[in-house]
């Protein structure tokens, strides 16, 4: 059984840093896109970073980029979103999320990525 697990939420002030990570089990995603997502009360879902392992590019969206930085390791089946100078409009319910095998680019629409995680929730607040 295939499962994505999230840690490394919790509640920061702004201008703090959280690490997340996502630990993926069951198979491999070393030619897969893996990403993240978040969702805010009241709002939709919305992407937030994610690499494609088959060539190793990134991209993010426009709000959180030079203060989030997607990662992984390949041997350890794990991604990480590094999370700094945190805004209180980046307090959501994060998910990690994995394609089910090579795309070209990087989707950023959640309805292509196959597996889920459960979430991590963020608290950006002083």
């Known amino acids: 059984q295939v499962q994505l697990a999230e840690s490394g939420g919790g509640l920061v002030q702004p201008g703090g840093s959280l690490r997340l990570s996502c630990a993926a089990s069951?198979?491999?995603?070393?030619?897969?896109?893996m990403g993240w997502f978040r969702q805010a009360p009241g709002k939709e879902r919305q992407f937030v970073a994610a690499i494609n392992w088959n060539g190793g590019n990134t991209y993010y969206t426009d709000s959180v980029k030079g203060r989030f930085t997607i990662s992984g390791d390949n041997a350890k089946n794990t991604e990480y979103l590094q999370m700094n100078s945190l805004k209180p409009e980046d307090t959501a319910v994060y998910y990690c999320?994995?394609?089910?095998?090579?795309?070209?680019?990087?989707?950023?629409?959640?309805?292509?990525?196959?597996?889920w995680g459960q979430g991590t929730q963020v608290t950006v607040s002083s």
């Open positions: 999320a994995a394609t089910s095998g090579p795309r070209a680019g990087i989707p950023t629409t959640g309805a292509l990525y196959a597996y």
């Open positions: 069951g198979r491999t995603f070393s030619r897969s896109v």
